[in-house]
């Protein structure tokens, strides 16, 4: 018992540094990023507070698609590089590449968006500024998680947990001041979306000046290309999830009181983070770490990924039960829409517990090569959530979103586990 409590003490202590930084950095974001969605709620209302979380979710859609599900295979590319003298090794081409992708589709987004010619209207805001705005929303919020991954790669901790404080306060202190002096939806996703911008903007000249990322040319891409067909194939399901969380937010919008319960959802998503930060700082570094670990390691792979999924599952239960308990005494003060929905911010406490363990477990999947595996756990997330959610929500409301939600996380986990049990290692090397 004394050799196994020491071996877990051994192996928290080897990522408590990286731990650290990377849970300091997406704590002061989500900090902010709470704060601002607190303000945001107040200020803008039920309703508007509905329509931006409605302009967020779309927003996310789009930008899963130009991402191309780089950040995690970016990351592990990066780690395994990293090791090398040569920087053209490092497969940053690949930044490049969803860099453009993002641009272009922010471009055909307000094209197709556009009020008078375009052929789809946005749903919580068809307006120009609102058109014009998630345009721009879709560059930056898929080009910041780019210039993470290649640092966390690199396991440059403290230099990723700063661009991520500083996105998530330059983000929230743009909503807040947007929200004081024109408090509407169109104002607070116009104000995100030029925070986003220039946050990466910022990131990227930042990681040229330390020569993080190379130049573009034919040697980048070649080291990038092999990213491609792992990143296309994360990017579909990514979108497919993110559509299918979009669609769940949609039929919530469509029931009585539908858009006042969309700001609730968003809400107590932004109040759950609060459980999450550590354990997705967790997953951030076992990821890098585990990479490096692999072929050179005498620890069993599957004792560690126990380790750390035990750690990851007493941090969020503990988490979960405080946050919720405070979640279901605070949301009817701060609107009396928000009063009568203790069910569904439970549901959401367990569902930050099951989104925790699935970010770990997918990054032990991911190191250890069973790309197969995450991908598919992730196509059964998407499909889950899309039946569950058309099956609850029209009769339990923001509570039966919260049940859909934890119902695909489940079956996600479900997946990980059961397609990782062979001893032999995934095919990616």
């Known amino acids: 018992m004394t050799s196994s409590s020491g071996t877990l003490t051994a192996r928290v202590r080897g990522i408590s540094s990286g731990v650290g930084s990377v849970a300091l950095g997406s704590l002061g974001a989500r900090a902010a990023g709470l704060v601002s969605s607190l303000a945001a709620a107040s200020l803008l209302g039920a309703t508007d507070f509905g329509r931006y979380a409605l302009l967020l979710a779309a927003t996310t859609v789009i930008a899963s698609l130009g991402g191309m599900g780089f950040a995690a295979p970016l990351t592990r590319s990066v780690a395994k590089a990293s090791g090398s003298a040569d920087p053209g090794t490092v497969p940053t081409g690949a930044v490049h590449v969803a860099a453009a992708t993002l641009s272009t589709l922010g471009v055909a987004t307000v094209l197709l968006c556009w009020p008078g010619w375009g052929l789809v209207e946005l749903p919580g805001g068809g307006d120009r500024l609102s058109v014009l705005a998630v345009g721009i929303w879709v560059v930056g919020m898929g080009c910041n998680p780019l210039f993470v991954a290649v640092l966390v790669g690199l396991q440059e901790y403290r230099g990723s947990a700063l661009l991520t404080s500083a996105r998530g306060v330059l983000v929230a202190v743009a909503v807040t001041l947007a929200c004081l002096t024109v408090p509407t939806a169109e104002a607070a996703a116009a104000a995100t979306a030029s925070a986003e911008v220039v946050s990466a903007g910022l990131a990227y000249i930042w990681l040229r000046r330390r020569s993080v990322l190379v130049p573009f040319s034919r040697r980048s891409w070649a080291a990038g290309a092999r990213l491609l067909k792992v990143g296309f194939a994360a990017g579909a399901v990514g979108l497919a999830i993110q559509t299918s969380m979009w669609i769940g937010q949609v039929l919530l919008s469509r029931t009585p009181d539908g858009l006042a319960a969309a700001g609730l959802f968003l809400l107590a998503t932004r109040l759950m983070l609060a459980v999450t930060f550590v354990p997705n700082a967790l997953a ?93 756990s992730d196509v059964m997330l998407a499909m889950a959530l899309v039946v569950s959610a058309a099956a609850l929500v029209g009769g339990l409301g923001v509570a039966g979103l919260a049940l859909a939600h934890v119902v695909a996380y489940a079956l996600s986990i479900g997946v990980l586990v059961i397609g990782s049990r062979p001893n032999t290692e995934g095919a990616l090397r």
Do not use: H, K
């Open 284 to 376: 951030t570094v076992v990821l890098p770490r585990l990479t490096r670990m692999r072929g050179s390691s005498r620890e069993d792979p599957r004792a560690l990924s126990f380790s750390y999924v035990a750690l990851t599952a007493g941090i969020a239960t503990v988490a979960a039960l405080a946050v919720t308990t405070a979640s279901i005494w605070f949301a009817p003060r701060l609107d009396e829409d928000y009063a009568g929905n203790a069910l569904a911010l439970a549901l959401m406490g367990v569902l930050a517990v099951l989104i925790s363990l699935n970010n770990v477990y997918g990054s032990v999947v991911i190191a250890r090569g069973f790309m197969g595996v995450w991908i598919g």
